[in-house]
T-cell receptor, first 113, second 122 residues
Framework: AQTVTQSQPEMSVQEAETVTLSCTYD???????LFWYKQPPSRQMILVIR??????QNATENRFSVNFQKAAKSFSLKISDSQLGDAAMYFC??????????FGQGTRLTINP | GAVVSQHPSRVICKSGTSVKIECRSL??????MFWYRQFPKQSLMLMAT?????????EQGVEKDKFLINHASLTLSTLTVTSAHPEDSSFYIC??????????????????FGPGTRLTVL
């Protein structure tokens, strides 16, 4: 069975600083996808970044980057130059092939001005 | 990116009544749609997977007779909460998976999420 664990219920960071959100997962498959989703107060789920397991290079999207450690089954999200608009719930998610997305418990990120 | 809409955005109903929530993919065709439930400060819980033209697949513990799902076209899926009770009050989110392949891999078809529907049962 697939599981995704986010051990940080809440995180806070000063505006313009860098913050890292942690995620670990478990799967028996070698081919899968990992995602970070953002859910702002509007509750709209927004895809932040995705990583294909077969790619060794860490994905990057502007100020967002991941540290993908396949052997350790770790997938952390780094947000650089944090902005007030980054405040949201962040969910880590795992998907194997055409199967369903499995979400972690979420981390609530607060940005302090 | 592709847009998924949900209607209504919020609904309040009396206990015992039925409520229908619509999920539409506006600019793409979706063979598969997903229905999630989210309680306050919690993660998304998958309720069922809806495939166009066939019966939905429900997750363990989800009552199929209570949460009726219909996916009649490639752009519309509906969730009907029958005989709603206060414990059914929650935030319901749908997502749709693009029919087109991405990067040559069918395995990855991005899911696009609707804005959600807040259901309150009095």
């Amino acid at each position: 069975a697939q599981t995704v664990t986010q051990s940080q219920p809440e995180m806070s960071v000063q505006e313009a600083e860098t913050v890292t959100l942690s995620c670990t997962y478990d799967t028996s498959e070698s081919d899968y996808y990992l995602f970070w989703y953002k859910q702002p107060p509007s509750r709209q789920m927004i895809l932040v970044i995705r990583q294909e397991a077969y790619k060794q290079q860490n994905a990057t999207e502007n100020r967002f980057s991941v540290n993908f450690q396949k052997a350790a089954k770790s997938f952390s999200l780094k947000i650089s130059d944090s902005q007030l608009g980054d405040a949201a719930m962040y969910f880590c998610a795992l998907k194997q092939g055409a199967q369903k997305l499995v979400f972690g418990q979420g981390t609530r990120l607060t940005i302090n001005p | 990116g592709a847009v998924v809409s949900q209607h209504p955005s919020r609904v309040i109903c009396k206990s015992g009544t039925s409520v229908k929530i619509e999920c539409r993919s506006l600019d793409f065709q979706a063979t598969t749609m997903f229905w999630y439930r989210q309680f306050p400060k919690q993660s998304l819980m998958l309720m069922a997977t809806s495939n166009e033209g066939s019966k939905a697949t429900y997750e363990q513990g989800v009552e199929k007779d209570k949460f009726l799902i219909n996916h009649a076209s490639l752009t519309l899926s509906t969730l009907t909460v029958t005989s709603a009770h206060p414990e059914d009050s929650s935030f319901y989110i749908c997502s749709a998976r693009d029919l087109a392949t991405s990067g040559g891999s069918f395995a990855y078809n991005e899911q696009f999420f609707g804005p959600g529907t807040r259901l309150t049962v009095l």
